[in-house]
């Protein structure tokens, strides 16, 4: 992308689920705030949609698709678990330019099974896995195990209970899924070693920011050292708070450019645009991805945006090359 224009104007669509706390509701405002003032600043004329019921379209109607580039910061509609990828649908179907991955590349997302398929297919290395859809797990010996919910996003499902040493307790959590989730489980080998979340953002021409790695080097229970939910998004939480960023990731010269090279293929193959992020492990020289996330969250505190900090860019700056990406892809915006 040769240049960054600040005039595109910007309609910012988020979330604002009535049924969320009034603490959740007070920092999602905050959030697209901040980030609404940041590509203001920069020049982007920027208006705030609110997504708080599910009359999508209609919302929409009101906006002419040749004069707004929208930033896709909507995960979900409300009262309508896992359609994020209906979001990208709607706007589609309306003819709108947005920034980020597609309604089918959102919904190979939430499928975890057909990512771990795409990346046995692209001979990415990521941890052995199957799929239970009862709570007979015989023929499983890969221990320790991790057990997720096969269509979830954003860590829904993970606590230190997913981790699994032995048959017994990989029957037990697959059956908490099956219950808990009304959906198959996911078992795959848990990578005992260090997590990288790793920013990709291009298209066509794609690029890495600098990776960041989670430490868990206070915590010696094997059972804790993992990104689950409550260490996401749950503040004073023990987890939450055992838990550091640490950008940039150390890594040796060959270890990073290996660890590009599987961040940028996996980044391709699952067809993400715009902008992305691809979790991995390492261990014993390997490293496995454990999750591939497109449109991931970039509110001030997220790992991407600390690596595009680390890398130079504003949080502004950031923001506005995600537009910028979108516009490059639409005649219309990209004069």
């Known amino acids: 992308m ?71 910061w909507c995960e979900e509609l409300p009262g309508v678990p896992h359609s994020e990828p209906e979001v990208a649908a709607v706007m589609e179907k309306m003819g709108f330019v947005f920034t980020g991955s597609s309604h089918d590349v959102l919904a190979l997302s939430y499928d975890k099974p057909r990512v771990k398929r795409v990346l046995d297919e692209a001979n990415i290395p990521t941890p052995p896995w199957d799929v239970f859809d009862t709570p007979d797990v015989g023929g499983w010996n890969i221990f320790p195990s991790i057990v997720k919910a096969a269509h979830e996003h954003c860590s829904i499902g993970i606590s230190s209970e997913s981790i699994v040493t032995c048959p017994d307790e990989l029957e037990s959590r697959v059956a908490f899924i099956l219950e808990e989730h009304k959906q198959p489980a996911l078992v795959e080998e848990f990578i005992n070693g260090r997590e990288f979340l790793n920013a990709v953002w291009g298209n066509g021409k794609i690029s890495t920011l600098p990776a960041v790695e989670m430490d868990y080097n206070n915590l010696t229970d094997i059972r804790d050292r993992l990104f689950t939910y409550a260490a996401k998004y749950d503040p004073g939480s023990r987890l939450y ?61 997220t790992s991407m945006t600390h690596a595009a900090a680390e890398a130079g860019y504003s949080y502004g700056r950031m923001g506005s090359r995600i537009v910028n990406l979108a516009a490059a892809r639409h005649p219309l915006f990209c004069k």
């Open 2 to 72: 040769d240049k960054i224009r600040h005039d595109l104007p910007v309609l910012l669509l988020h979330n604002l689920n009535p049924e969320w706390t009034s603490e959740e509701l007070l920092e999602s405002e905050q959030d697209t705030t901040t980030l609404g003032n940041a590509l203001n600043e920069l020049g982007h004329p920027v208006e705030a949609l609110a997504v708080d019921d599910n009359r999508l379209a209609q919302r929409l109607s009101a906006y002419d698709p040749c004069n707004y580039i929208i930033f896709n």
């Open 241 to 301: 708070e055992s838990i550091d960023m640490r950008v940039p990731a150390q890594l040796a010269p060959h270890s990073q450019a290996a660890l590009e090279r599987i961040v940028l293929a996996t980044y391709q193959a699952t067809g993400c645009r715009d902008y992305g992020r691809i979790d991995v492990r390492y261990l014993n020289g390997i490293f496995y991805v454990i999750d591939v996330n497109p449109n991931p969250d970039i509110n001030p505190q």
